[in-house]
């Protein structure tokens, strides 16, 4: 679906790897018919059984004519003789259940409504309240028409580069991205840098790091890289277990859940000798680390050791992946969407067990270590009455009032309670005691139920929103390698020992944002592994309010009206 617009269509070709994309804003060039059957032969060759061609609606070719989805099956079943299937998939694409993600963005979309109207005057011309990057803002509702309007009109004066940029920024990232990543030049029209770069996974598994994993490594080659994959994090490092990687050993990886390279905890610190040896063997150049919190303290020590050893002077970059999202210097980690969507999936089934019983009221503990995020965002989500969390400390007397609140809800028409509590909230309000607390205080009213969710929050295929995320990502951190190559090569080698050698990219409000790890030291609380300040801890009031406790949100992301850009940050 889209109509004339490709959105839908270039961001799925993105998430599952598609072969070939159709989309009004850039139609293929002339000859494509031959272009797309000669790569989907070579697939063939590479033995890749199954291609992907997706077709938006409104897929036109750059004579304005229109492209369906039965004129592509003809050509390649004339062309090449393949086995074919079209799959329309028309209206399942407006209906099932929201996703988390859906969930929150409608929330925080309403009450920025909400509060632009009660901020409005006479004067105020009428705005559209969007989303860019993770912070809500509102633009003047005839400037998105005419920025809409000015998209069509460029498409049917053929003007389709100037109709990519008025789309956004971000749709021209996503375009750019998937050119990057869809298909290799032939070797001959790749650059030779002669720099090895290499990929490691740290921490616990995340949906989303094999995604990528494969956008670093196709973008890397395409830079004139030379890519080894690390297997078993650090301390596969320190074992040389190092291979090379190529172009068609990532593909299909997208959707892969967990990590194929193989993920560690272990910290570097105590094989800083074998991981000096083995990059000074492998001749490796730069370092892409992709995970949580010991990634995170891992680059630390590893900048730490440059004193010692020349070895580590080399460009190091992180892209934070963790279903915890406790990195500091980053909104969102890969990961995190995945397991928010999970908790908010098994809420909604956990609530409909409970349809045939009269009043009933679910513990459920999320993980997270001693970040609330899984479970403050998860409450919000799934429509929980509360939500305990480590970043804002409770006692008996909140408990106390939490079951008085719940009580008299029952007393009315509602039927089941949903209370979240994440694993580390408490050392003493363990999951065990709030639900005998709620038992023991609800007698005769409802009654009451646990569950810890457990390892099934880490575990599953990653959600678009982390694929795409995950590829992005990558792919920008995989650039800034090669431009710190560049500024730090000296005759014959790479010596790059200054802070902003060693950097985090990681989503800050509306831009991706490249930040030295020394300089996140001041943010973190390295104690507790969480940042000191958190952006969704200002989704509590709103939380409270839509499980009918009387409190004040007054808290608005923007509070004026911007104006559409058509070089557009949106």
Request: contains cysteine.
């Amino acid at each position: 679906m889209g109509r004339h617009c490709g959105y839908l269509a270039l961001v799925s070709a993105l998430a599952c790897g598609a072969d070939w994309v159709f989309i009004p804003e850039y139609p293929p060039e002339e000859g494509w018919e031959d272009s797309m059957c000669v790569k989907l032969s070579e697939n063939r060759a590479r033995k890749k059984r199954l291609n992907i061609i997706i077709v938006a609606e409104g897929a036109i070719d750059c004579h304005n004519k229109p492209i369906t989805s039965e004129k592509v099956k003809d050509l390649v079943v004339q062309r090449l003789g393949f086995d074919t299937r079209v799959t329309i998939l028309g209206h399942v694409q407006r209906g099932g259940t929201p996703s988390a993600f859906d969930r929150i963005l409608a929330s925080r979309m309403g009450v920025e409504a909400v509060l632009a109207l009660l901020e409005a005057t006479p004067a105020t011309p009428a705005c559209v309240v969007s989303l860019s990057g993770n912070q809500a803002v509102r633009l003047p509702l005839m400037e998105c028409v005419q920025m809409t309007q000015e998209v069509q009109k460029a498409m049917d004066e053929g003007r389709f580069v100037e109709a990519v940029k008025l789309r956004g920024r971000s749709f021209e990232n996503n375009l750019n991205t998937y050119k990057l990543l869809s298909h290799k030049k032939p070797d001959a029209e790749l650059p030779m840098t002669n720099f090895n770069v290499a990929v490691l996974n740290v921490g616990a598994p995340a949906a989303g790091m094999n995604a990528a994993v494969r956008a670093a490594v196709r973008v890397g080659i395409t830079e004139g890289h030379k890519m080894f994959a690390v297997i078993d994090g650090f301390e596969g490092f320190a074992r040389g277990k190092i291979k090379e990687i190529s172009w068609g050993d990532v593909g299909g990886w997208t959707g892969q859940g967990g990590s194929i390279l193989g993920t560690k905890r272990t910290l570097p610190a105590k094989y800083l000798e074998k991981i000096a040896d083995q990059m000074r063997t492998n001749n490796i150049n730069a370092l892409m680390v992709i995970g949580g919190f010991e990634a995170y303290l891992g680059l630390l020590e590893l900048s730490a050791a440059r004193e010692k050893y020349d070895e580590f002077c080399v460009p190091m970059v992180m892209v934070p992946a963790t279903v915890s999202n406790n990195v500091p210097g980053s909104d969102f980690s890969i990961g995190a969407d995945t397991a928010l969507n999970t908790i908010t999936d098994t809420c909604d089934r956990i609530k409909q067990s409970a349809s045939g019983t009269k009043r009933r009221v679910f513990i459920i503990e999320t993980m997270g270590g001693y970040c609330g995020y899984l479970a403050n965002m998860g409450a919000l989500a799934a429509g929980a009455d509360a939500a305990y969390i480590f970043e804002e400390q409770f006692d008996i007397r909140e408990l106390q009032a939490n079951v008085e609140h719940l009580t008299e809800k029952m007393k009315t028409s509602i039927q089941r309670g949903l209370v979240l509590r994440n694993e580390n909230c408490n050392e003493n309000y363990t999951t065990d005691f709030i639900y005998q607390l709620y038992s023991e205080e609800g007698k005769g009213v409802f009654d009451c139920r646990k569950n810890v969710l457990g390892h099934m929050q880490q575990g599953g295929a990653p959600s678009p929103f982390d694929r795409n995320f995950g590829t992005k990502i990558s792919a920008k951190a995989m650039q800034w390698i090669s431009k710190k190559l560049k500024e730090t090569y000296r005759k014959g080698k790479i010596f790059a020992n200054t802070d902003d050698s060693v950097c985090l990219l990681g989503m800050r409000r509306r831009n991706l944002v490249f930040q030295p790890v020394a300089e996140l030291k001041t943010e973190t609380d390295f104690v507790h592994r969480i940042p000191k300040e958190q952006w969704w801890l200002k989704l509590r009031p709103l939380m409270k309010i839509l499980a009918k406790y009387k409190t004040s949100y007054d808290v608005s992301d923007s509070g004026q009206l911007e104006h559409a850009q058509p070089q557009g940050s949106r």
